[in-house]
Structures are given as structure tokens and as C-alpha cells.
């Protein structure tokens, strides 16, 4: 296959005019799930079909792309679907997160902020956040049109009940603008802070299941909780053991088979920034690039 | 000292080469052709193309050899392949009362217009491996036989069963509408889906899944009395309206299996006892699947014929409809498998939290 057996990013221009169009709508009405007719794409559904169809829609030919699974540049899945763009539209590529316009991300927000003019793209499996309380599709779409988010309340209350806690630690509900209870995608509950007031575009793409979502630059996201029991994002409690930076989300590494691990920052490109800026952690070594330096 | 895991490029190039080695096999054995695969796993080839939602029995038996023989893989490389073609227009509906039948039965009735017409299929052999097709000893031709047809005439009609049946009122009418149906490809699924809506995702949903799913109403889940009013497999034109010329093309011949189900049905508050009616249209000789669909057709028909709805799976067309597609949903069961080490720490974090807070609740208590 070369790139110019397809279309630029891969998809006709149809194609690309219809998911705009669930863009906008889904940018004019914050938190609600537009439903689009998502193609079957050259990747597995649950790979990131959505985002990759609403990176495609959104890319031009002066765009800088990354694209990140876990906060890495360099899972496998992030370096195919990077590759897949790279192929498709001969984008320019980036791991730096402030030099890239479009960023397709799967499970984090990445730790440097967000500036105007980006996109953010969530890769969204399950988009519904009612959905494991209700299945039934049929149901959950009247109960967001009523307003009717009583059903969640009880959950979180249940949880609250039984564990002293509210018992989610990813993909934690937000309520948008007051408005619409919406899934964040399975983020970690450390990032949901970051999803308010974002001067970025957060644009959510759920291939499976059909439906796209948005979050205008400078929308109010807010975490569901109860007064008594406030929304706490938790982290590891530790330091990056390579760059010591302790403010930002860890990987658990297991070192060996006695209980040894190690945390590591999930963000790798916020990681790589600060060891070349010199900082070192618990069990870090400087930068290759300062290393060499030296 | 630690490093972090890198590589990733360079791990699935390798990947893809080796697959590619793996699949081709060991290389003293002769290469497996498209045109062998087309022509001696047609039955494959059929459910593929079924599926995939796409009649080319090339392409088909191309994604069976690309995909070493696992059909929902080839499936998905025959849809990918298919969401990027242009529409260029929409063929007149196929009239399968004039199909060049291969095969048909009635299990309703002894005999009738057209004949019964055994065709080529496994009913009756005995399952018994055949050890001359291991020696690869040569299939003596079949015998033949004046085909139904005289020769020289083209296909004669063979009327429907069901026509039959409803000449004299005894089964439900369908209502005829002119209502172009919609594209389940093209628009996002909408529930309530109408029936149109329902066929389609049937047609191209998982031959197993919706093989169980009918299984399970005659096993009571749901159940419809089911008897095969007719089964017919044969190849039917397809006529292409040509706007500039005004009247319709035939473009092609496609091969179908249709069955049509006679349900006994001893009415309801809104319908009188009448025998009712369900619906299965399969690409290619596909009669298992073709079977299961028009039960589960008619065990999703309750609502319009007043029935009750009991519980059951295959009543249940939001479950129906959102599980039928086996694209989506090994898609969606094999991404497990991928990178979840961000929510699986948080999760971690969540369990040491609970359970240190327990712990010392269970201390104190003590």
C-alpha cells in the first residue's frame, strides 16, 4: 500500500464532512454523545477507530501530530497508529506535546498543559457513562434527555456505603457545564482536574459504538461527588524513580520476582523533558543527551 | 539500572514479518491459490462474502488466505476493504421467485409447483471421513438429469410457499412498502430498529452467534413453532436502473439462499390465529445461517404481532442488534489484550487503599 492509493488521512472526504459535522454539533452541545456513522477502519475496533476517524477528520497537511496509549509515545499501539498517519497523510510527527497541534491520546492527558489551538483526541471505548448501570442504550439516551442522573448519584452513594470511598478510579464521571453526565474515557482519575477549563479542543471518538463527543476550549468539568465526600484525583505515592518528579502519574514497574518495583512517570515525553532539563530520580541516570555531554 | 521498554516499531515490523512466514508455511509445500480457495472452500468463501457484507468471491477468498483460514479476520479485512468503494447506485430489489434454483425444499408440503430439489448438500451423507480426498484421489462427476427447467428456456418461476398459504388468508400479509431501507453501513444504528434495519444487521451478523440465538428459541427461549415453509438456494439477477437509458441492466448474477419460516401462531389481542411469517436472505449456499436468521427474525417480531414479550434473548432486539456483529465485538473483546497499565495502577492504588483502611477498621475493632 503507498499513501496515494487513499485519500489524505485516509478517509474520503465525505466521510471526513459527515464526522465534522458530529464534531461541531458535539462542540455546540458540550458532553453530548452525537451519533456518527463510524466506517470500519484497516484497525480492529476497540484499537482507537474512533479517534483515529476524528484525528482524520481534523488533520490538515500543515498539522503536527502525536499520539500517545498509557501517556507513551512508544506503546505499540500509539507508534501503529503513528505510523498509520505518517503513511496516510504524510503528517510531521512529534513526541513533544507543546509542539504538536493534534494529539491523539488513549487513557491519559498528557502532564505539560494544554495551550489554545490544540486538539486533544480521546480514543473512547464505552462511551456511555450510564452504561453499567443501565444497558440498554434506549434507556440511557431518555435518561440523559430528562436529565435523569439520579441512577448515578445512587451508585456513588452505594459505594460510599460500602467502601467509606467512591470505588472508581478511572473513567470517573463528569457532569459538563451543569449539563451532561459524560464518560472522560478511561483516563485515570488524576487527570479529570485537567479536563476543565482546558483552553485545548477535547474531542472524543467512539468508532464501535458510534457516537463522538466534545468539549469546548474553557468548558466546567466537574467531577460527580458529594459534599461530605469531595473528588480527590489520587496518584501513586511516590516520586518518578527517574526523573523525581512527584507531582505527575506513575507507572508500577515490577523489578524482579521479590516484591521489587519501581515508579516511573506514565507521561514519557514529560519524563524525557525533565531528565534532559537534569533532573534525576531515585534510580535514574542523566539524559543520553547529557550523558553525552559529558 | 532501569530501562524502559522501546522498540515498538521495530517489534511489529518483525511481527508482521514473521506472520507472514507463518502464514505462507512451510514453503515445500505447494502455495495455496485464490482460485483453488474460491473454488474448493466456497462455503467459506460464502461467509465471508455474507459477513463482509460484500459479493466478490475473489476478494473473499483472497481475505481467507491473507487471513491463514480465520474467517472473522477475513471478515474484517473484507469490510475495511468495502466501507472505502463509492456507491454508485442502488441495484432494483432482487426478485427470488425467478432465482435458477440449485436446491430447494419444503418441509411444509409433500410436493408443489416448481418441485422439490435436493440440490448439493451434506443431509444426507454420512459424516464419514472421506480418506480418498486425503490420497487426493480425482471425484467421479455427478450424474445429470434434465435440470427443472426445459433447456432452452431460462428460469421458470418458482412461486413461493408461502404464496400459497397466502392465497387462501392463512398467513400473515406482508406489508409491501417502497421505502428505500436504510444503510446500517452508512448511518449509525438507531433503536427501535425497523424490521429492514433488523434483516440487514441479521444478514451480516456472526453465523454463530446468530445460530445459538435461533437455537435458543427452539429450546424455548422465546419460542416461535418454526417449520421450514421453503429453503432455496440459486443464483438471481441483478438489474441496475440506468438513468441515462431509462430502464434497467442486468449487471450480474448473485448466489442466494432464502428461507422463509411458517410459525403457528394462535393469535393475539390485535391479530387473528394465522400462520406468521419469518425471514432469512444469505449471500451464497448458507443455509445454516439463513435458517437462524429468519428465526430469529420471527422471535423479534412480537411487537408488531402483539405478543408477549417474555424475556428471551432473541426477543430482545437491542441485544440482538448490538451483539450480531462479530467485527465489533472480537474487536472489542481481543483490545483487553492491549496497554491498560494507566487504569490497572489506579486500580491498584483503589484495592491497597480499601483494603489498608480495612485492615485497621478490623485492628481497632480487635
Known amino acids: 500500500m503507498t499513501a496515494q492509493d487513499y485519500n489524505f488521512a485516509y478517509l474520503d472526504e465525505q466521510t471526513k464532512r459527515m464526522i465534522r459535522r458530529a464534531i461541531l454539533k458535539g462542540i455546540a452541545v458540550p458532553g453530548y ?13 476497540g484499537w482507537g477507530t474512533g479517534g483515529v476517524q476524528v484525528t482524520a477528520a481534523c488533520l490538515t497537511p500543515d498539522d503536527t501530530l ?15 497508529i503513528r505510523k498509520f498517519f505518517q503513511r496516510t497523510a504524510g503528517v510531521a510527527v512529534t513526541e513533544a506535546t507543546d509542539q504538536a497541534s493534534i494529539i491523539q491520546t488513549r487513557h491519559r492527558i498528557p502532564e505539560a498543559p494544554l495551550t489554545e489551538g490544540q486538539i486533544l483526541v480521546y480514543q473512547v471505548p464505552i462511551p456511555e457513562p450510564l452504561r453499567f448501570l443501565e444497558p440498554r442504550e434506549t434507556e440511557t439516551r431518555k435518561m440523559h434527555e430528562l436529565e435523569e442522573y439520579g441512577l448515578m448519584h445512587v451508585k456513588l452513594y452505594e459505594d460510599i456505603a460500602r467502601h467509606g470511598t467512591i470505588a472508581t478510579s478511572y473513567a470517573y464521571p463528569v457532569k459538563v457545564e451543569g449539563r451532561y453526565v459524560m464518560d472522560p474515557s478511561p483516563i485515570p482519575k488524576f487527570d479529570n482536574p485537567k479536563l476543565s477549563d482546558s483552553p485545548a479542543i477535547q474531542l472524543f471518538g467512539a468508532g464501535r459504538e458510534q457516537r463522538i463527543y466534545a468539549l469546548p476550549p474553557y468548558t466546567q468539568v466537574v467531577s460527580l461527588d458529594f459534599d461530605d465526600h469531595p473528588f480527590v484525583a489520587s496518584k501513586a505515592d511516590h516520586d518518578c524513580d527517574l526523573c523525581g518528579a512527584g507531582t505527575s502519574y506513575l507507572d508500577e514497574v515490577i523489578t524482579d520476582d521479590q516484591g521489587g518495583r519501581m515508579f516511573v512517570c506514565s507521561d514519557t515525553d514529560f519524563c524525557r523533558a525533565r531528565r534532559e532539563a537534569g533532573h534525576v530520580g531515585r534510580l535514574g541516570t542523566p539524559a543520553p543527551s547529557l550523558e553525552a555531554a559529558q | 539500572m532501569y530501562v524502559a521498554v522501546k522498540g515498538g516499531e521495530q517489534a511489529i515490523d518483525a511481527a508482521h514479518a514473521w506472520l507472514a512466514e507463518e502464514r505462507r508455511g512451510d514453503p515445500s509445500i505447494a502455495e495455496l491459490t485464490v482460485p483453488q480457495i474460491r473454488a474448493q472452500l ?16 475473489d476478494l473473499a477468498a483472497l481475505a481467507i488466505k491473507q487471513a491463514r483460514g480465520d474467517l472473522i479476520e477475513a471478515v474484517f479485512l473484507i469490510r475495511a476493504y468495502r466501507t472505502t468503494l463509492p456507491r454508485l447506485g442502488s441495484s432494483r430489489p432482487i426478485d427470488t421467485g425467478r432465482m ?8 411444509t408440503f409433500k410436493d408443489l409447483p416448481g418441485g422439490q430439489v435436493l440440490g448439493p448438500t451434506f443431509d444426507y451423507t454420512h459424516r464419514l471421513l472421506d480418506f480418498t480426498l486425503m490420497a487426493e484421489g ?18 421458470v418461476d418458482v412461486p413461493h410457499v408461502t404464496a400459497f398459504l397466502n392465497r387462501d388468508g392463512l398467513i400473515q400479509t ?10 446500517l453501513t452508512r448511518e449509525p444504528m438507531e433503536l427501535p430498529a425497523a424490521r429492514p434495519l433488523r434483516l440487514q444487521a441479521l444478514t451480516r451478523g456472526d453465523e454463530g452467534f446468530v445460530l445459538s440465538l435461533a437455537y435458543s428459541t427452539q429450546r424455548g427461549y422465546g419460542r416461535t413453532h418454526a417449520f421450514i415453509g421453503e429453503l432455496r438456494i440459486g443464483s438471481v439477477a441483478v438489474e441496475l436502473e440506468i438513468p441515462e437509458l431509462g430502464f434497467a441492466v442486468e449487471i450480474g448474477d448473485i448466489e442466494l439462499t432464502e428461507c422463509e419460516t411458517v410459525n403457528q401462531f394462535t393469535g393475539s389481542k ?3 390465529p394465522q400462520f406468521t411469517r419469518g425471514y432469512g436472505l444469505v449471500f451464497g449456499q448458507s443455509e445454516r445461517k439463513a435458517i437462524s436468521m429468519s428465526l430469529v427474525d420471527r422471535a423479534l417480531r412480537w411487537k408488531e404481532l402483539g405478543e408477549d414479550f417474555v424475556g428471551a434473548p432473541a426477543q430482545d432486539e437491542e441485544f440482538v442488534l448490538m451483539h450480531a456483529d462479530n467485527v465489533q465485538a472480537t474487536g472489542f473483546l481481543e483490545h483487553i489484550k492491549l496497554p491498560h497499565y494507566v487504569d490497572f495502577q489506579s486500580e491498584l492504588e483503589l484495592i491497597r487503599r480499601l483494603r489498608a483502611e480495612a485492615t485497621a477498621a478490623q485492628e481497632a475493632a480487635e
Request: glycine share 4%.
Open chain 1, 33 to 45: 454523545q452525537v451519533p456518527f456513522a463510524s466506517r470500519e477502519m484497516p484497525m480492529p475496533y
Open chain 1, 66 to 80: 502525536k499520539v500517545i496509549d498509557q501517556g507513551a509515545d512508544d506503546t505499540t499501539n500509539a507508534v501503529s
Open chain 2, 42 to 57: 466456497a462455503l467459506a468463501v460464502n461467509r465471508v462474502m455474507a459477513e463482509g457484507s460484500l459479493y466478490d468471491p
Open chain 2, 100 to 107: 435458477a434454483v440449485i436446491r430447494r425444499v419444503s418441509a
Open chain 2, 138 to 155: 480425482e471425484t467421479p462427476p455427478a450424474q445429470t438429469r434434465p435440470a427443472v427447467q426445459p433447456a432452452g428456456q431460462g428460469p
Open chain 2, 174 to 183: 406482508e406489508a409491501a412498502s417502497d421505502t428505500p431501507p436504510p444503510d
Open chain 2, 270 to 272: 390485535t391479530e387473528p
